[in-house]
């Protein structure tokens, strides 16, 4: 059974930061992606950073100079150190965990954490 437990949200004021945390426990094959989703109110989830077992990096364009996502492989923990912050940042910040079925193809499993809220006051 594999659980994610997040923490570290909070309020902020635009440009404070705050760093998400995101530990990940259990049977976990070693190709894999961790990284981090957000949903605003009445908006789609989106990405917003992610980072493969290999140690590829993608981020959504709007975070691009102000976050950064690493990972402590011995820990299974990932984490998103979020700068200057903005009032469009406020969302639920959900951690994701893609785990693949094997060494090849693209198929595998979806795991999420249950989400913490991010809010930036203008």
């Known amino acids: 059974q594999v659980q994610l437990v997040e923490s570290g949200g909070g309020l902020v004021q635009a440009g404070g930061s705050l760093r998400l945390s995101c530990a990940a426990s259990g049977s976990i094959f070693s190709r894999n992606y961790m990284g981090w989703y957000r949903q605003a109110p009445g908006k789609q989830r989106e990405l917003v950073a992610r980072?493969?077992?290999?140690?590829?990096?993608n981020y959504v364009d709007s975070v691009k100079d102000r976050f950064t996502i690493s990972k402590d492989n011995v820990k299974n923990t990932v984490y998103l150190q979020m700068n200057s912050l903005k009032p469009e940042d406020t969302a639920v910040y959900l951690c994701?965990?893609?785990?693949?079925?094997?060494?090849?193809?693209?198929?595998?499993?979806?795991?999420w954490g249950q989400g913490t809220q991010v809010t930036v006051s203008s």
């Open positions: 994701n965990l893609f785990v693949f079925k094997n060494y090849v193809g693209s198929g595998g499993y979806d795991y």
């Open positions: 980072i493969s077992s290999g140690g590829d990096i």
